[in-house]
């Protein structure tokens, strides 16, 4: 399942790549950004960090219900381990795909991106 990109791809891809990672809105910027010269890499980011994203926010509201830091503290713990593990996958341009998830997020997202 893992691609393999050439520098040039990953190199010009990396911006949007983290980018996507900031927030959702960053996000949604890099996914327009790579409408037009499409490039695999930053597609691949995107689709993961979307990924993470949508998690966070749909987890995020059942969490928020028990209004509880013995609830809430290891749920942001864990986005935010999964965020860096991406985020990093990203800077070091390298080819991470989050674990469990990532490959359903790259299948999921599959018309998002290139």
Not at 11 to 40: Q, S, W, Y
Not at 53 to 70: D, R
Request: with cysteine.
């Amino acid at each position: 399942m893992l691609k393999t990109f050439n520098e040039k791809e990953i190199e010009t891809g990396r911006t949007m790549a983290v980018i996507a990672h900031l927030t959702i809105i960053g996000c949604l910027v890099a996914i327009f950004m790579n409408l037009d010269p499409k490039n695999r890499f930053s597609g691949f980011y995107i689709k993961q960090s979307f990924g993470i994203w949508l998690f966070f926010y749909a987890l995020a509201y059942t969490v928020g219900n028990f209004n509880s830091w013995a609830v809430s503290g290891p749920f942001y713990f864990c986005f935010i381990i999964i965020w860096a593990y991406s985020f990093i996958g990203a800077v070091s341009k390298e080819i991470k795909p989050l674990p469990k998830v990532g490959v359903y997020f790259q299948k999921w997202f599959d018309k998002l991106s290139a």
